[in-house]
């Protein structure tokens, strides 16, 4: 038995999209850096207080009851507010 002609076309198309299926490598650098004048992404607590000093207020961690949950702390700058996950910065706002 012969197979449909269909086949062959449904079989190219597939090949086709196999091989443009690959995908694209982004490569970043792994040190945060402070970037315009609040902290990055990534940088520790640690890091964070020696960059930019003891903050005005440190706001006692929240959640953290379980692992979907983590703690989270947040530091008050003049100029900024920092989110902690853990003792890591998640996220830095700029306050105005």
Known sequence: MRPAPWIYSA??????????????????TTAPQSTAGHPARGMSME???????????RV???????AHQPPITRWEYPGFTVY???NVVVHSVIVG
């Open 47 to 57: 890091k964070v207080e020696a960059t930019f000093g003891a903050p005005t207020t």
């Open 60 to 66: 006692p961690a929240v959640g953290g009851s379980n």
């Open 11 to 28: 079989l190219a198309a597939f090949a086709l999209a196999g091989s443009a299926a690959g995908a694209d490598e982004l490569q970043m």
């Open 84 to 86: 902690f996950e853990n």
